[in-house]
């Protein structure tokens, strides 16, 4: 008994220790990501006036990614994909650790509309199957390692270990729930990726990450209107599944042209940016400015700019440009909250929370991982209003000709 509960401490301590790793990881990434962007987007364009300058920067930037696409395929994963190759393979790759990195890194600064948790989640988990490699005296639990890296890099990425738990368990129709001991492995490195996280954040600097709202305050007839906010929102994701299809359908026929794709979506995201730069980037600090410059909007533009960014996020997936679709898809919902609160006259609050939770559930169909995701920008008595919209829009039927 003694030798099991040591086992299970030396597995705990193993979790810790490889969570304070992807911390760092992740912090340096961001760190990385965040410093480029202010040198291309802020930097340059203040001391250099460029005409047509982020049709030119995305460009430039499809250049990079098509020559990277061309002679190493498409990468790096989605988070479905690293998932699917770990469950099937009982591994994943490592060997271009590299170029993933700088993969998962190009369309991050040169303005895609893509978030870094795709990119990150593959890297993490073949640096956890290199360890398992390379580290056999710790015996069989760094065969547990990509997992917890999975469930780690979700919390950290995204400053929530409920969701880093969750999430792969929402994703995966077979999973298992784990024992007690990995469960605290798993909890204890996203709580020491995320300490270390934001140590070396406050320290070294870090990106401002997603904005808190605040409470909602709203009179009792203002409930009525959570019906229309949730059908609207609704159509958003269904019109997101449309943008997929369609998208997908356009680079299939281009087939493994990769290089050309690349540079399509690079000239289509650059004209659209020049016009939309709020609907460019993941969406962390636009959202953020969009919550301070909303009222200044006319309303049926705040109904246009959700739209142009699910079709933006599914054109940079498709076309080469290959990241998360989490962080953007938040947005979308956040501005179609504020254009339903501004047409409605309701609390903004309560129409982004339930705006942000149609949306994303309609496109994830993970309800519950979704509540837990949008803590991070809600408070604890939004919840409410969050897991109801996240529970009707997981029950909506999807069209048979969208799934």
């Known amino acids: 008994m003694k030798t099991k509960n040591n086992n299970r401490f030396v597995f705990i301590l193993l979790g810790a220790a490889a969570g304070a790793v992807i911390g760092g990881i992740i912090w340096a990434f961001m760190r990385v990501m965040h410093l480029l962007i202010e040198l291309l987007w802020d930097y340059i364009p203040g001391v250099a006036h460029i005409p047509g300058y982020t049709i030119l920067l995305c460009l430039l930037g499809g250049i990079i990614i098509g020559i ?3 002679k190493y395929g498409p990468c790096p994963d989605d988070l479905h994909q690293v998932m699917a190759k770990y469950k099937r393979d009982g591994r994943y790759p490592y060997h271009n650790i590299l170029i993933m990195l700088i993969a998962a890194l190009m ?9 870094p948790e795709a990119g990150l989640t593959g890297v993490i988990v073949g640096l956890c199957c290199w360890a398992g490699d390379n580290f056999k005296y710790a015996g069989k639990y760094m065969s547990e ?4 890296g999975i469930s780690a890099t979700l919390g950290i990425v995204f400053r929530s270990p409920l969701f880093g738990f969750i999430e792969p368990i929402e994703n995966d129709d077979d999973f298992v729930l784990p024992k007690a001991s990995k469960t605290t492995a798993i909890f204890c490195a996203v709580l020491a990726g995320f300490g270390i996280f934001m140590l070396l954040g406050k320290f070294f600097g870090s990106g401002a990450g997603m904005p808190r709202f605040e409470k909602v305050s709203i009179e009792r007839g203002e409930l009525l209107f959570a019906v229309p906010v949730l059908a609207i ?16 359908a356009a680079a299939k026929k281009l087939g493994e042209r990769y290089f050309i794709t690349a540079v399509i979506a690079a000239l289509v995201l650059g004209i659209i940016g020049s016009v939309f730069p709020i609907a460019m980037f ?13 009222t200044q909007y006319p309303v049926y533009l705040l109904f246009i700019i959700p739209v142009i960014k699910v079709f ?7 076309f080469g440009w290959r990241g998360g679709s989490f962080f953007p898809s938040i947005f979308a ?16 609050v309560f129409a982004v929370s339930i705006s942000a939770a149609a949306v994303m559930t309609t ?3 993970k309800p519950l991982a979704v509540a837990l995701l949008l803590l991070l920008c809600f408070p604890v008595n939004n919840l409410i209003y969050i897991l109801a919209a996240a529970f009707l829009a997981s029950i909506l039927p999807v069209p048979k000709s969208l799934k």
């Open 68 to 70: 990277i696409q061309k």
């Open 107 to 115: 369309p991050l600064i040169f303005g895609g509309a893509i978030g």
């Open 145 to 148: 390692l990509p997992e917890i």
């Open 233 to 248: 929102s609704v159509v958003l994701g269904y019109v997101y599944m449309i943008f997929d299809k369609l998208t997908q």
């Open 282 to 294: 993941s969406g962390e600090e636009e959202i953020r400015k969009l919550t301070e410059t909303y």
């Open 312 to 318: 933006l996020i599914n054109m940079c997936i498709r």
């Open 333 to 348: 919902g956040v501005c179609l909250g504020y254009a339903c609160s501004a047409a409605f006259g309701i609390d903004p």
């Open 363 to 365: 496109i994830m169909r």
